[in-house]
């Protein structure tokens, strides 16, 4: 984890260098994201997706003239999945019926992002735009998955990464609509009976905001 929060370090650094000139906005965003836990050893236990809301604070610097710019966000967000342990015998045995684990995130995402707006006056109706790049995300809370003993079935890591990439569009110049796809590529949870199964977050994003 420690070289990811080496790499925003040094992401952020190389950004405000030319950030004085940058238009900065910044306003409220909430969606919903559509999750589920990517297992890496597929077949294994069967996993149904899951919905959760997602709130908190975004912020926009453009840079002018050239159409690219850098956001950023503090939110919280809930993921998670129906992890249908109950199918397999290994946890059938231990009473752990299919249970939805959700997870708690306070989450960073760091995009670099390029809104087309050369559109002959059009853009201050409706503006296009695509964005990419690293999200951190620190664990606040999860429910508990317990066996009939009241064993904890899963370990779950505190921090995680992911990758964003996404679109969507500006309406109306302080409106946005995006939609979005996170990777997780590292491991948010992982079974305490079998210490190599584990698995990351994957999901899509829908976001609204409002720029001031």
Same mark, same amino acid.
């Given at each position: 984890? #420690?070289?990811?929060?080496?790499?925003?370090?040094?992401?952020?650094?190389?950004?405000?260098?030319?950030?004085?000139?940058?238009?900065?906005?910044?306003?409220?965003?909430?969606?919903?994201?559509?999750? %589920?836990?990517?297992?890496?050893? $597929?077949?294994?236990?069967?996993?149904?997706?899951?919905? &959760?809301?997602?709130? $908190?604070?975004?912020?926009?610097?453009?840079?002018?003239?050239?159409?690219? $710019?850098? =956001?950023?966000?503090?939110?919280?967000?809930?993921?998670?999945?129906?992890?249908?342990?109950?199918?397999? #015998?290994?946890?059938?045995?231990?009473g752990v019926a299919s249970t939805r684990s959700m997870l708690h995130y306070?989450?960073?995402?760091?995009?670099?992002?390029? #809104?087309?707006?050369?559109? /002959?006056?059009?853009? =201050?109706?409706?503006?296009?735009?695509?964005?990419?790049?690293?999200?951190?995300?620190?664990?606040?809370?999860?429910n508990k998955i317990l066996t009939s003993n009241k064993e904890q079935v899963?370990?779950?890591?505190?921090?995680?990464? &992911?990758?964003?990439? &996404?679109?969507?569009?500006?309406?109306? #110049?302080?409106?946005?609509?995006?939609?979005?796809?996170?990777? &997780?590529?590292? %491991?948010?949870? /992982?079974?305490v009976k079998l210490d190599d199964y584990k698995a990351n977050n994957r999901?899509?994003?829908?976001?609204?905001?409002?720029?001031?």
């Open positions: 984890m #420690k070289k990811y929060i080496v790499a925003l370090v040094a992401f952020v650094s190389l950004l405000s260098a030319n950030m004085a000139e940058a238009q900065l906005r910044i306003g409220p965003m909430a969606g919903v994201s559509f999750t %589920t836990l990517k297992f890496n050893q $597929g077949g294994i236990i069967s996993v149904d997706g899951a919905a &959760g809301p997602a709130a $908190g604070v975004f912020l926009e610097k453009m840079f002018p003239g050239i159409g690219f $710019g850098i =956001d950023m966000g503090l939110m919280y967000s809930m993921k998670g999945a129906a992890v249908n342990f109950a199918n397999r #015998k290994i946890w059938a045995d231990d306070v989450e960073l995402p760091i995009n670099v992002r390029f #809104k087309y707006t050369h559109l /002959q006056g059009f853009e =201050d109706y409706l503006a296009p735009f695509i964005f990419a790049g690293p999200e951190f995300s620190f664990l606040a809370g999860h899963m370990n779950y890591n505190a921090a995680t990464v &992911g990758l964003i990439v &996404g679109l969507g569009a500006e309406i109306f #110049k302080n409106w946005q609509l995006s939609g979005s796809y996170t990777w &997780g590529v590292t %491991t948010a949870v /992982q079974t999901g899509w994003n829908i976001r609204a905001a409002y720029l001031f």
